[in-house]
């Protein structure tokens, strides 16, 4: 389209029209103009010509003043990509940072995605709207085959009766993998932090470790129980072996084994950590680079003491945060 006949449409057509328009096919380089014309109260469908990825990161935000549109109207959207790859290594990066971007932020999209074969999601970043966004849309993906998960989860208010906080086995099985018969590889690291102090349920490893029972065809699984009194509680769960790079607010409750793919850690408590401690991480994550410490206790050194203490070598850390410490 010309810019005359652009400016023709954006001033005298669209402002008389806008609102009974019910599906746009636009060119990304003329989507905002015209977007910003008006409401489109009935816009459901949008079709766009020579997206690439810089227009995802540009558009597809809370930041833009259509952004209305785009997470609460639009069910069928059509990307027509000008994108290139030069190999699967980038277009499973690809898939990473745009597609599942677009998924969880485009949220009534209504048709389910049947030539999904492989997903995978990671955020490092707190998740507060779990059950709105992420269960809808692995729900949607119902031929999926392989499914990779990291998600740290925030929730806020009691919980009564019968309902679990936490993201246990029961919950995976229930809410998501039944609607994905198809699933025959499932990595995941799973973390739920809540506000509330419970442990007065006296939730244990085991408990949680039990409820995987029913998809135990995935694989093992491991978890962590961790109650900060009020500070809240945190439970891990992840399965074996553990393959991704970043893990967050471990105590000295982390199990014996060695994480050797982590590169990035935190760990967190509300006791002051000992040396014995530190020497357990450093054979644990072997290949640690950036190592975050946070107590909200203060350590109590004795000088005289330090002496007795063998000196912890961490042969690939480049960075050390010490936080309340």
């Not at 099985?173 to 609607?179: D, G, K, P, S, Y």
Request: with cysteine.
């Amino acid at each position: 389209m010309s810019d005359v006949k652009l400016d023709r449409f954006c001033s005298y057509i669209l402002p008389r029209t806008h609102h009974y328009i019910k599906k746009l096919i636009l060119d990304t380089t003329s989507m905002e103009r015209i977007l910003l014309v008006g409401d489109y109260p009935n816009l459901t469908s949008l079709e766009l010509f020579n997206f690439e990825q810089k227009i995802g990161f540009h558009y597809f935000t809370d930041d833009r003043p259509f952004r209305h549109i785009f997470k609460h109207q639009i069910t069928d959207l059509i990307l027509h990509n000008n994108d290139e790859y030069d190999d699967k290594t980038l277009m499973d990066i690809y898939t990473k940072n745009v597609y599942a971007h677009i998924m969880i932020f485009f949220q009534n999209l209504k048709d389910d995605l049947i030539n999904l074969k492989c997903f995978s999601l990671t955020n490092y970043n707190y998740i507060y709207d779990y059950d709105d966004l992420v269960v809808p849309l692995l729900r949607r993906m119902t031929h999926l085959e392989k499914l990779t998960l990291y998600l740290r989860i925030s929730k806020t208010g009691l919980f009564i009766g019968d309902a679990s906080p936490f993201i246990d086995g029961i919950h995976l099985h229930n809410e998501i993998l039944v609607h994905i018969p198809q699933l025959h590889t499932f990595k995941y690291y799973i973390s739920t932090e809540t506000c509330t102090d419970y442990s007065k349920l006296r939730i244990s490893n085991r408990d949680i470790q039990q409820t995987f029972i029913n998809i135990i065809k995935y694989g093992q699984t491991a978890c962590i129980m961790d109650y900060y009194g009020a500070c809240g509680t945190i439970c891990h769960v992840y399965s074996l072996p553990f393959t991704f790079t970043h893990l967050y607010k471990i105590t000295t409750h982390f199990p014996f084994i060695v994480f050797d793919t982590v590169t990035h850690l935190s760990v967190y408590d509300i006791v002051p950590f000992k040396h014995e401690f530190f020497m357990r991480i450093n054979q644990a994550f072997p290949l640690l680079k950036c190592f975050t410490v946070e107590n909200d206790r203060m350590q109590y050194w004795n000088c005289n003491d330090n002496l007795s203490y063998p000196i912890i070598e961490f042969t690939y850390l480049i960075s050390l945060e010490i936080i309340h410490a």
